[in-house]
């Protein structure tokens, strides 16, 4: 299979002498209903087993559902372990998506924490931060691990890719969970994006709790 649609560890490879990769990646980020998430999955690079990686994992994006839920079941139960950490719509209006970001990665990292034989990899420098993207939104929450930014991680690499999956299926878990709550809005659809239906219920019945209210003010003027 070509490396440029599915992941390979070579990055996370070149990443100097740590031992544990954490990929970390967001997931709904440009929803206007529901939380962001930040998943963060772990590699063991001295007990990897490359032929062991999920064969349809890829960038979650690309993927059908189909198969992120047949990722899912492999990659949730891949030693050391994930996390995903959410940050609910009501400190995204307060506190803005960047912050939210980093506070969702922060939660996610404590979660790994928890787990004795990272927290004292961590202490020890044997950890290293692998997040997609251009713009390093770890830097106000993460002193003492160094982290490194790569654009198209999700795609190119598997600790990321991982991540991203986990992340992508927990959040749409979550939204289809809420969809009884919140029966007008179509949730169990759209995940909370930005849909023809889900403007139309937005318009129709208003906002709700789990609304990004900071964010509706072009859909709910009719712009």
């Known amino acids: 299979m070509s490396s440029k649609?599915?992941?390979t560890t070579?990055?996370?490879r070149s990443l100097g002498s740590a031992r544990y990769i954490i990929g970390l990646d967001e997931v709904g980020?440009?929803?206007i209903a529901g939380p962001v998430a930040v998943g963060a999955f772990v590699v063991d690079l001295?007990?990897?087993d490359d032929s062991k990686i999920p064969e349809k994992l890829q960038d979650s994006k690309l993927m059908t559902e189909r198969n992120r839920e047949a990722v899912y079941e492999v990659l949730s139960i891949w030693e050391p372990g994930y996390a995903v950490g959410f940050?609910?719509?009501?400190?995204?209006?307060?506190?803005?998506i960047v912050w939210s970001l980093a506070q969702a990665a922060v939660k996610a990292l404590e979660q790994l924490n928890e787990n004795p034989v990272l927290r004292e990899a961590i202490g020890s420098g044997e950890v290293h931060l692998l997040l997609d993207g251009t713009h390093n939104w770890l830097d106000s929450v993460v002193s003492r691990i160094p982290v490194t930014v790569r654009a198209k991680a999700d795609?190119?690499?598997?600790?990321v890719?991982?991540?991203a999956c986990l992340a992508k299926v927990t959040r749409d878990r979550h939204m289809v969970s809420l969809a009884d709550s919140y029966r007008n809005y179509g949730l169990e659809g759209?995940?909370?994006y930005a849909s023809a239906t889900h403007i139309e219920a937005l318009r129709k019945y208003g906002p709700t709790q789990i609304h990004r209210v900071s964010w509706l003010t072009k859909i709910l003027s009719g712009e």
């Open 5 to 7: 649609l599915y992941p």
């Open 161 to 163: 890719s991982a991540a």
């Open 155 to 159: 795609r190119d690499c598997f600790a």
């Open 87 to 96: 940050i609910e719509a009501e400190q995204i209006d307060r506190n803005g």
């Open 29 to 31: 980020r440009g929803a």
């Open 190 to 192: 759209h995940k909370g």
């Open 46 to 48: 001295h007990n990897l």
């Open 10 to 12: 070579k990055f996370e």
